[in-house]
């Protein structure tokens, strides 16, 4: 279903004419995510100009990417001095990457600060893939419309005691409020265009008071706002539903107007069609067969193809009995 519904979603091969067809028997209706799978990070960036504080959890690995010949000193006073490269025994080692980076590997760490020396300024990335502390983030919507606030979200898991969470959107930085355990914001005005990376930052400590530091990002898509879905009626004519929409259209182009048709949670039919429209105002009419004469969903969608994105999309219900609806 969702291989499907993706096609139906992003396929921008242009058609003479409209295509319609049906959906295997009981196959789940799925709508559109309201946003990307939360990201997962484990790991946090630093930035070193002669040292920097890296903090760990204790009781897992820890990888550190530095430049070539950083010095180590462990909570315990233990140092990987910048000749040598560790061992097992030792529970550090040095890996060297080539000539200006090395990969610091500690096999368990011990809760506190590790202290990195540098020779000259450095981006430091150090990740504790085993420790139960993990950033989640993620962004609604996943296709924002101009003028659509967007909402910023986060989560740690682990035993966490306390934390603050920022975020840096569009070059602004955000802080994160915390309720119920999600940490999240709304911004109202965004005015980035295409695809945006949004970058997190989690610093706090964990119930037995250790420090911890957390970096993920989130995506999201700005819409350019070329076109926009308004009413949109629906009607049983000649055992197919027909969906008539109205467009108000910016960018003129190559659109594609898409209809699934669904009841109970179960996909029925689709129907396809692509549109070459012009600036202003434009009306859209697709035929979807359709057997079925008892209440229906029609998810409603319009995509750009000239200029790609999510134009659009709605949701609609036809009643039994009921010939057209707004």
Same mark, same amino acid.
């Given at each position: 279903?969702?291989?499907?519904?993706?096609?139906?979603? &992003?396929?921008?091969?242009?058609?003479?004419?409209?295509?319609?067809?049906?959906?295997?028997?009981? @196959?789940?209706?799925?709508?559109?995510?309201?946003?990307?799978?939360?990201?997962?990070?484990?790991?946090?960036?630093?930035?070193?100009?002669?040292?920097?504080?890296?903090?760990?959890?204790?009781?897992?690995?820890?990888?550190?990417?530095?430049?070539?010949?950083?010095?180590?000193?462990?909570?315990?006073?233990?140092?990987?001095?910048?000749? @040598?490269?560790?061992?097992?025994?030792?529970?550090?080692?040095?890996?060297?990457?080539?000539?200006?980076?090395?990969?610091?590997?500690?096999?368990?760490?011990?809760?506190?600060?590790?202290?990195?020396?540098?020779?000259?300024?450095?981006?430091?990335?150090?990740?504790?893939?085993?420790?139960?502390?993990?950033?989640?983030?993620?962004?609604?919507?996943?296709?924002?419309?101009?003028?659509?606030?967007?909402?910023?979200?986060?989560?740690?898991?682990?035993?966490?005691?306390?934390?603050?969470?920022?975020?840096?959107?569009?070059?602004?930085?955000?802080?994160?409020?915390?309720?119920?355990?999600?940490?999240?914001?709304?911004?109202?005005?965004?005015?980035?265009?295409?695809?945006?990376?949004?970058?997190?930052?989690?610093?706090?400590?964990?119930?037995?008071?250790?420090?911890?530091?957390?970096?993920?990002?989130?995506? &999201?898509?700005?819409?350019?706002?070329?076109?926009?879905?308004?009413?949109?009626?629906?009607?049983?004519?000649?055992?197919?539903?027909?969906?008539?929409?109205?467009?108000?259209?910016?960018?003129?182009?190559?659109?594609? &107007?898409d209809v699934i048709v669904a009841s109970n949670g179960t996909a029925l039919a689709w129907g396809?069609?692509?549109?070459?429209? @012009?600036?202003?105002?434009?009306?859209?009419?697709?035929?979807?067969?359709?057997?079925?004469?008892?209440?229906?969903?029609?998810?409603?969608?319009?995509?750009?193809?000239?200029?790609?994105?999510?134009?659009?999309?709605?949701?609609?219900?036809?009643?039994?009995?009921?010939?057209?609806?707004?």
């Amino acid at each position: 279903m969702k291989r499907l519904l993706f096609a139906l979603l &992003f396929t921008s091969s242009l058609f003479a004419q409209d295509l319609t067809g049906v959906f295997a028997p009981g @196959e789940t209706y799925e709508a559109p995510a309201e946003h990307a799978p939360a990201n997962v990070s484990r790991m946090f960036v630093r930035t070193a100009k002669t040292s920097v504080d890296l903090p760990a959890t204790g009781g897992s690995g820890m990888l550190i990417t530095t430049t070539a010949g950083a010095r180590l000193t462990t909570p315990t006073g233990d140092v990987l001095r910048p000749r @040598e490269n560790g061992s097992l025994d030792r529970g550090v080692r040095r890996f060297h990457v080539d000539a200006k980076s090395d990969v610091i590997h500690i096999e368990r760490t011990e809760p506190g600060n590790y202290r990195l020396d540098v020779d000259a300024p450095a981006l430091v990335v150090a990740a504790e893939p085993d420790s139960p502390i993990a950033l989640e983030t993620w962004i609604t919507p996943l296709s924002r419309q101009p003028g659509e606030p967007v909402t910023l979200f986060a989560k740690l898991t682990g035993e966490i005691g306390n934390a603050r969470v920022t975020a840096r959107a569009g070059g602004n930085a955000i802080e994160l409020t915390e309720k119920d355990g999600i940490y999240s914001a709304t911004l109202p005005d965004f005015t980035g265009i295409g695809l945006q990376q949004v970058r997190f930052e989690a610093d706090g400590e964990t119930r037995d008071g250790v420090r911890f530091a957390r970096n993920g990002t989130s995506e &999201f898509v700005a819409e350019r706002g070329a076109a926009r879905l308004g009413a949109i009626h629906a009607s049983r004519v000649n055992g197919a539903v027909r969906v008539k929409a109205s467009t108000d259209v910016v960018i003129p182009g190559a659109y594609r &107007f898409d209809v699934i048709v669904a009841s109970n949670g179960t996909a029925l039919a689709w129907g396809e069609g692509v549109r070459q429209l @012009e600036r202003g105002a434009n009306e859209l009419v697709l035929d979807v067969p359709v057997a079925n004469a008892g209440e229906l969903l029609l998810d409603v969608r319009l995509l750009g193809l000239d200029t790609i994105g999510v134009a659009g999309r709605a949701t609609v219900e036809l009643h039994p009995r009921t010939e057209t609806i707004e």
